[in-house]
């Protein structure tokens, strides 16, 4: 299922500042070189993801879930001058392309790559984050959340990604699917969870921002 109609979509795009052309180049050698390229964030979401993040100025900011590193350079470009990003990804034969762009992109000073499995990783970095944005294997959102929560400093915010998966959170869920069971299950914990404030996007596949009371 679409979310956004595609020439809505379209239309909001061209009209909305365009990634820069390091990050188009990286959209396009994901394509050529890289299975499952879909698993890229959209333009249009990734000029929100840098909106949100020159809104919050973040300090300290930590993603899980790198890929090719297309929304990590987009975040790292729009950090303050005093900002820092951690970004965690399992895939280790995605390590020299990640860097390879980082280095391009001219954000490596801003940046830290962790090869390995977030649940561990995540413990080997040390700091409150300001800012965190999951977009990484969708049985262990509600585990992410959990792990992170504590590490987030008041005022922060929480941005995951493919929250409305497809559409399938609206349809009845298979017991199979432990997917989109795990991604219902995140954001009914976040809606019960007084401790923020949140609101579902429907762009793309679904942003969820969570902001820490
Ligand atoms: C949707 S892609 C990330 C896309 C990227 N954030 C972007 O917008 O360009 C998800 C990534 O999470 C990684 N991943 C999956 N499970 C993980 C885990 N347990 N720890 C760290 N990374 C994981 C995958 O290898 C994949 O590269």
């Known amino acids: ?74 975040m790292a470009e729009a950090l303050p001058d005093d900002g820092f990003l951690h970004t965690i990804e399992i895939n280790e034969e995605l390590e020299s392309m990640i860097l390879q762009y980082f280095r391009k992109a001219n954000v490596s000073q801003k940046i830290e790559l962790h090869i390995g499995d977030a649940q ?17 294997d969708k049985e262990n959102y509600p585990l992410y959340y959990k792990m992170l929560l504590p590490r987030m400093k008041k005022g922060g915010i929480i941005i995951a990604d493919n929250v409305l998966w497809g559409g399938k ?16 299950e995140f954001n009914k914990m976040v809606l019960a969870d007084d401790t923020v404030e949140n609101v579902v996007i429907p762009i793309r596949d679904g942003l969820n921002v969570i902001r820490i009371k």
Do not use: W
């Open 1 to 74: 299922m679409k979310i956004v109609n595609p020439k809505i979509e379209e239309y909001s795009q061209a009209h909305s500042q365009a990634p820069n052309l390091v990050l188009q180049e990286l959209e396009r050698q994901t394509h050529v070189t890289r299975l499952m390229p879909q698993m890229l964030s959209g333009a249009l979401q990734i000029s929100l993801l840098q909106m949100l993040v020159r809104l919050q100025e973040p300090k300290l900011a930590i993603e899980i879930g790198t890929f090719t590193g297309y929304s990590a350079i987009a």
């Open 120 to 136: 561990e990783k995540i413990n080997d970095i040390k700091g409150n984050f300001d800012l965190a944005f999951i977009d990484a």
């Open 169 to 184: 959170v609206v349809e009845p869920i298979k017991a199979s699917d432990r997917q989109t069971q795990a991604i219902d």
